[in-house]
């Protein structure tokens, strides 16, 4: 898994400096000068540009550069470091799931053909943080079904705070996306003000211009925030359903060993 969080932040690190090259080449420098020449060539192309139908991607990346590649590209660098762990969380988690009612089945028939020993062969030859408990509960049993207890509730904490591993990034980005789209924002009003005031007259497409650019980085900051947001809900709802399946199976195999040393108590 850390190989494969490698690859994606290294791909997605040379994503975003290649599509903030690209952007950075065809944005217009905030100037006052390029002002002027952007307002003369929307004025000469307002014909052109209502009768071409642009994809969904030309339409993205017009405008991400209209938003600025500074800012975008770090609210972009969020988006991808983001999906990057939150995909690595969910290869991890599923991976990490377990059939614990056949797991528990499987463990009681060797306990009662073969013992302890088979019992943990059937342990290791399974996958996931609820066989890893099982494990150390089997381990633990020969000096007693308290001491047994008590490990499998240790380590079910050391695997939970597996199965949590990195989940705070993803919130991080969560809530740093709009800010830096916020930031963004008042820094392009700013700039609009200092348009205004160093042309010296309220000229609306000033205005309107400085707005729209400031705006962006907004929209998309919210956007990054509600993809991640999506993505660390179900992260969150799958390590709740796996933290209950290790303590039902916790349960369970607490009432296994007790029968295994009291033959005579019934289910």
């Known amino acids: 898994m850390k190989r494969l ?3 994606l932040t290294i791909a997605a690190v040379m994503a975003v400096c290649n599509f903030s090259a690209q952007a950075s080449t065809t944005a217009l420098p905030l100037t006052n000068t390029t002002i002027t020449a952007a307002q003369d060539e929307q004025a000469d192309q307002p014909m052109a540009d209502d009768g071409e139908d642009l994809s969904f991607t030309q339409t993205l990346k017009k405008r991400f550069i209209e938003g600025g590649p500074a800012f975008m590209g770090i609210v ?10 939150a995909i690595e969380r969910i290869i991890y988690l599923n991976l990490a799931t377990t059939n614990t009612k056949k797991l528990a089945q499987d463990v009681e028939d060797a306990l009662n ?3 302890v020993e088979a019992a943990k062969e059937v342990c290791r030859n399974t996958s996931g943080p609820v066989a890893s408990i099982y494990y150390q509960g089997l381990d633990r049993v020969d000096e007693g079904v308290d001491a047994a207890e008590k490990a499998v509730v240790a380590y079910g904490g050391v695997q939970m705070g597996q199965l949590e591993k990195n989940v705070s990034w ?9 800010m830096l789209g916020f930031m963004g924002t008042v820094l392009g009003m700013i700039e609009a003000f200092d348009r205004i005031e160093a042309a010296g007259d309220m000229q ?4 309107a211009g400085g707005i729209k650019v400031a705006l962006l980085t907004t929209v998309f900051g919210l956007i990054v925030a509600i993809i991640l ?14 933290v209950n399946d290790m ?9 296994l060993l007790v029968r295994h040393k009291n033959p005579t108590i019934k289910k």
């Open 113 to 115: 053909s073969g013992g």
């Open 76 to 85: 972009l660098l969020c988006l991808i470091l983001g999906l990057a762990i």
């Open 170 to 178: 993803v919130s991080l980005f969560i809530a740093l996306a709009p």
């Open 204 to 207: 609306p497409s000033l205005v």
């Open 247 to 255: 303590e039902d199976a916790s349960i369970t195999l607490i009432d």
């Open 5 to 7: 969080f490698s690859i």
């Open 229 to 242: 947001q999506i993505f660390y809900n179900y992260i969150i709802a799958k390590i709740d359903s796996i």
